[in-house]
């Protein structure tokens, strides 16, 4: 018998429950998706690892979690699986560490502990993927353009033209994004110590669990370059210096809070049961959200022949199957 090949996702949502971070969309965000990867896409449920910080989950999405289940789905892969990262929550920007770069900003997303999770851990995964694998991001968080490090930019500011604006459409939106200055006060308070270089204070606080951009020397960072094309796919819900919406508009979202974002691509997969192309995805959910009044623009960075390949390699059996 023919060995099937594995279809993996990781999904986390982060609401930041009680808390002045506290967003209300995102847990929804990736239950709509884990169904619809179910129905749609042929993933076993029991090959889907859910994180959420509600107190439904067995596991909560700090950043050694999250990180954890990463690499152990990117240990398991082999040429052929398609593997899946979801992911709604705040998302930050932080000064670069890279020499002869003062006023460039890197991209990480916010787990429930903020013990963040950056661009250069996302690279770190992609290159170690096998070859014929694919690995495709969904980053439903402000500032998530350009989340794998040195992803070629297929769709985004470079290459769509249109006016950038950090406000959102309707009163009961949220924006997605926590400040990078917040963290850096929110950090000194837990470690006491009075500095302004914010890897002095993850190294304190999560140790060998902190982020790679934190915990290696500079140089050693030079070595996550990616030098070929490779099999890492990102969906972002923004650009990288926009915001994206947490949706609590029951008009709009027909009663549920909701990432912008994730709605738009649930919306798009309803809409289309054929298979669409990375790309497609991408541009018709820009299209929804600009028809909703919602100003942020989706980016895909991949390389150019993911760019064209079939969103998540929807199987033939669930081509006509969607609801």
Known sequence: MEKQNKRLAVLVGCNYPNT???LHGCINDVLTMRDMLVSRFGFD????????DDGSASVLPTGANIKKALDAMVDQAEPGDVLYFHYSGHGTRIPSLKPGRPFRQDEAIVPCDFNLITDVDFRQLVNRLPKGASFTILSDSCHSGGLIDKEKEQIGPSHVTSEISDTLSGSCNKT???PFESILEDLTSLTGISTSDIATHFLELFAADASLKFRLPLLDLNFFESLKPDEGILLSGCQANETSADMMNPVMTGGKACGAFSNAIEMVLRKHEAPLSNR????????FLQEQGIEQHPCLYCNDENANATFLYQPAAHQNSSS
Do not use: D, G, Q, S
């Open 45 to 52: 449920p029991n090959h889907i690892e859910l994180l959420t």
């Open 176 to 178: 997605k994004a926590i």
């Open 280 to 287: 497609e995805v991408v541009m018709l959910a820009r299209v």
């Open 20 to 22: 002045r971070n506290e």
